[in-house]
């Protein structure tokens, strides 16, 4: 069962649900396909009045529409468990649009509340909207205004006025028009198209006006991963490849050097990282181009975590066996290979571990509380920690040794880190690769919570700040792995584990509650930022426990639908910001499309 939308609330809606009402049917954890015409743009003026007057002809500023454009599709699993409406709550303007278009509970006077649309704080819809005609036709117009943002499930009133309310800084007022269709025979919203308009007053120095156009035309239903979905990532993996094998090419090399900061060596990560990809996406490991790019990286000097993390993980890569992963998934192996290595690279394995393990926060005794940072030093984050841990696991994969002691610590840490509940707790429902392979009854391969879980995030680097998608994977494969390292190295009774199962479960939950794949979820002030990251880190914490589906959404099929409209002609992902480095949104799409990371040894 879903748990109840957290960004989502509807204030009033006088009608009655009835047997009648209109509802979406869309097939399980399948998806409607659409065709879109959009138009986005603003103005600004000295005065409210002038605005109002004036044509909006100018771009939108990124701060107020996201570069990234998600696309034309509604996912079964994003609807809410009435089938009614979409049930995650929206994460901009464009996304707010959709939601109401797609609403099919509005009927008669209504008043929505969607929250914390930054940087406008919570919007509030009201108006009338008439039954449909006998074609399921609608026309209605809501009035939108802002409000102050209220506290979402899981948060505090102090965490809301510390680190919400300053980044709502516009009070908006403007209308939605809404024009669609629903076809009843079919149960999907055939056509919509809208309008909104936006004004408000900008650091109190001029006026602007934002109008968002944006129509969608009813393409296909498609069930859960069709032959056409399996053919678009194939397609997507082989062009993104290319490119990447592009960038390992002997001239394109140089523009990976480590000249950007002294404790970083984040070129030749990047080239650890292009390597990772072309492994995984069936790239042999003695093809010439990768034995020559991991010559490169045997001449150079790996300092950072993220970089040696990444190089010990390609080399894991290199020497896996055939068929490795459908093997863990079916149960044909109990746990991922040992590595048979050639002496270079077991030496290069070597070096880079030795080096790894000094790069730890030097406040604690790592024997104790094993947490990671860029180069030894007096700090540590929660991202850059489990890439230490994922280097770890590499190199036992690759029969190195890595004292016993580590894991326990690394477990330690991380369960003294996990963030608070906030009071709010689900009915977790977990469903693993195997459980879905066994059989097609839903209820049999479906392994719900015999109560509440507790959900509980992580954060950057503090447990008490407000936790986000991109932290709460890295903690969850962090303590899979610490786990698996446990049971590898014979600590199978260790007393540590019943909280790791637990502090796993809380991880799990918490996504559970906030999910959704168009945006990295939890704070809002990460919502733009490192969606590709949070991407990757969803597929590698679902994969390292082996799940399929997280309260039963297929995270893939939904994840993979939005990576495929972000990939550009010449193969790469358009990166979230103008800027940003292809290299890594593309290594992480073909990496999320391919599903690259392995099943641990879990115990479970």
């Not at 903690?475 to 049971?487: D, F």
Request: glycine share 8%.
């Amino acid at each position: 069962m879903r748990p109840v939308p957290a960004g989502l609330t509807l204030l009033m809606l006088l009608a009655p649900l009835a047997a009648q009402d209109p509802a979406w049917r869309l097939p399980a954890r399948g998806a409607a396909e659409y065709r879109r015409t959009r138009t986005e743009a603003t103005v600004t003026a000295a005065s409210k009045r002038a605005v109002l007057a004036a044509a909006a002809g100018e771009s939108v500023p990124e701060h107020l529409l996201p570069r990234l454009v998600m696309p034309a599709w509604l996912c079964q699993g994003e609807l809410a468990a009435d089938q009614r409406a979409v049930g995650d709550e929206p994460r901009d303007l464009r996304d707010l649009v959709r939601a109401v278009a797609f609403d099919l509970r509005l009927q008669k006077n209504v008043k929505v509340r969607y929250l914390r649309l930054v940087p406008f704080g919570d919007l509030v819809l009201t108006g009338r909207v008439d039954a449909a005609d006998a074609a399921g036709g609608q026309r209605f117009t809501l009035d939108v205004a802002t409000e102050e943002p209220q506290v979402r499930p899981g948060e505090g009133k102090a965490s809301l006025r510390q680190h919400v309310r300053p980044l709502c800084r516009h009070a908006a007022v403007g209308t939605l028009q809404v024009t669609r269709r629903f076809d009843g025979a079919a149960g999907v919203v055939a056509s919509f198209a809208v309008e909104l308009t936006l004004v408000f007053e900008e650091d109190g120095k001029a006026w602007r006006k934002l109008v968002l156009r944006d129509a969608w035309e009813l393409v296909a239903v498609h069930d859960n991963q069709d032959a056409a979905f399996r053919a678009a990532v194939a397609d997507a993996i082989v062009k993104g490849a290319k490119w990447v094998r592009e960038r390992l090419q002997a001239d394109a090399l140089q523009e990976l050097r480590d000249d950007e900061e002294e404790d970083r060596s984040y070129g030749s990560g990047r080239i650890a990282l292009a390597l990772l990809t072309l492994l995984h996406a069936e790239v042999p490991g003695d093809d010439p181009l990768v034995t020559a790019a991991f010559d490169e990286l045997r001449r150079r000097e790996l300092v950072d975590t993220y970089s040696l993390g990444i190089g010990l993980m390609a080399l894991a890569a290199r020497h896996a066996p055939p068929n490795e992963r459908e093997q863990l998934r079916t149960g044909a192996l109990a746990a991922p290979a040992p590595r048979q290595l050639p002496a270079a690279d077991r030496a290069l394995a070597a070096r880079w571990l030795a080096r790894l393990q000094q790069n730890v926060d030097t406040r604690v005794d790592p024997g104790n509380r094993l947490r990671f940072n860029y180069v030894a030093d007096a700090r540590w984050d929660n991202s850059v920690n489990q890439y230490g841990l994922l280097g770890l696991w590499s190199a036992k994969l690759c029969q190195l040794d890595v004292p016993s002691e580590l894991w326990r610590a690394a477990a330690s840490h991380l369960i003294e880190f996990q963030g608070d509940d906030g009071g709010r707790s689900l009915r977790l429902s977990l469903t693993t690769h195997r459980e879905l392979a066994r059989t097609d009854d839903a209820a049999a391969r479906t392994r719900g919570s015999a109560g509440a879980v507790p959900a509980r995030g992580f954060a950057y680097e503090y447990r008490d700040r407000p936790p986000y998608g991109s932290m709460t994977t890295a903690g969850i494969a962090g303590l899979v792995l610490a786990r698996a390292g446990m049971h590898a190295s014979g600590q199978q009774k260790a007393e540590v584990l019943p909280k790791v199962d637990a502090g796993v479960a809380a991880g799990f939950a918490w996504l559970a509650a906030e999910f959704h794949v168009r945006s990295n979820p939890g704070h809002v002030d990460r919502r733009h930022d490192h969606w590709y990251y949070y991407l990757y880190g969803l597929e590698r914490a679902c994969e390292l426990a082996g799940i399929a589906l997280l309260q039963d959404r297929d995270w893939y099929y939904e994840g993979a639908l939005q990576l495929l409209a972000q990939q550009q002609a010449n193969g790469t992902f358009t990166t979230e910001h103008a800027g940003g480095r292809e290299i890594e949104t593309t290594c992480f799409a073909i990496l999320f499309l391919k599903k690259a990371t392995l099943p641990a040894v879990t115990g479970g």
